[in-house]
């Protein structure tokens, strides 16, 4: 943990330059008032460095528990972990709520998996390590005191109104009407509160990246708040990787209209190789602005340096072979099938064959046209 252990050398630097940790020339009497300071430093210091692992520990066997239910697909533990206790009365009055406005059922599941869809994708994520716990500031504090204290303003005016709500639903709407956002936030019982980054990996990639997540002492219980850690962001890029030659494509095909509009592509039939690989290109034109290209298809597909590909280029459509860095095994190519008069690359290209033999194939057919 570099930020505590940061603050465990800053606590023992503090000490020593008040105590006089160190050799020290004085007389006898000195040396022993020096040694026993010395002494009670390095209790206090070791102590700290226990607390801080033990908060580490701590923290990590909860992110595992989480990410273990998230990847079971445990949507009732995961949902749990991230509510004050007594959450479930909660979801059961709203379905029944809902079950009483429309004809259409609706389960407790339901709610409980609608409410998480942002953070359930369809690739297992795998924990590393934790890299960092800090201290949450006060805007932060105040920001998940006012998530939390409604689930618990909920809980508790659900459980003390049950029978009321159920002869008037729509009482619930209208008390919660009432409060102000500081009301909310006072009436949340949070304690202690931290941002803790971890190292994660998304398995359908095998890329790692970096996801966040508070970690809240709620009556006396840890609550996680899932922030950055599996959200939409992280889902919508690691979900481009999974098949990155459609990605790139697109993209690519996008940067070409882009560039065509902007009056950057001639009038003409072109064909030619760019790849992430410039030893690949082959047969680009002199006017082709080629950064250009790249950092217009970067913008719509932020994680193709994570790839390595090579794209033929003819006449506007891209036809792109890729891989991710992490899985050269797994080659992609799309569109499957090449037209505008290379469609003889499609009876020599096979799934078996290697990222070069395939480029190859496309370099000779270019060649050949």
Not at 242 to 252: D, F, M, N, T
Request: with cysteine.
């Amino acid at each position: 943990m570099k930020r505590i252990i940061a603050g465990i050398i800053a606590f023992t630097t503090v000490l020593c330059a008040f105590t006089g940790c160190g050799p020290d020339t004085a007389d006898e009497a000195e040396e022993t008032t020096t040694v026993e300071t010395t002494t009670v430093s390095e209790k206090e210091t070791t102590e700290a460095a226990t607390d801080a692992d033990s908060t580490e520990a701590s923290f990590e066997a909860i992110v595992k528990e989480f990410l273990d239910a998230y990847n079971e697909r445990d949507y009732q533990k995961t949902f749990e972990m991230q509510m004050p206790d007594g959450i479930m009365k909660v979801i059961k009055t709203i379905a029944e709520i809902e079950n009483a406005k429309d004809e259409k059922e609706v389960s407790e599941d339901t709610v409980i998996k609608d409410y998480q869809e942002y953070i359930y994708g369809d690739s297992k994520v795998n924990f590393k390590e934790i890299k960092d716990i800090e201290s949450v500031d006060e805007s932060e504090l105040f920001n998940l005191k006012s998530s939390f204290g409604m689930y618990e303003w909920l809980v508790k005016f659900i459980n003390e109104h049950e029978d009321e709500i159920a002869s008037d639903p729509e009482m619930l709407d209208e008390e919660a009407d009432k409060l102000s956002i500081d009301d909310i936030a006072a009436f949340s019982n949070i304690s202690e509160a931290y941002r803790v980054t971890m190292q994660l990996e998304y398995e359908k990639t095998g890329l790692s990246y970096e996801g966040r997540m508070y970690l809240v002492k709620l009556n006396g219980a840890w609550k996680i708040n899932t922030f950055e850690a599996l959200g939409e962001r992280t889902r919508t890029s690691q979900k481009q990787l999974e098949v990155p030659a459609s990605s790139i494509a697109k993209a690519q095909m996008t940067a070409w209209v882009e560039m065509d509009v902007e009056g950057e592509i001639p009038d003409g039939k072109y064909c030619f190789i760019i790849s992430s690989d410039e030893s690949k290109n082959h047969n680009i034109p002199e006017w082709f602005d080629t950064e250009l290209f790249c950092e217009k298809t970067e913008s719509y597909f932020e994680s193709i340096n994570d790839t390595e590909w090579f794209s033929v280029i003819c006449n506007g459509i891209a036809y792109t072979t890729a891989y991710v860095k992490t899985r050269p095994e797994n080659i992609s190519r799309y569109p499957q099938n090449f037209d505008n008069s290379l469609e003889d690359i499609n009876d020599l290209i096979t799934d078996d064959m290697s990222f070069d033999e395939m480029y190859d194939i496309c370099v000779k057919a270019i060649d050949d046209k």
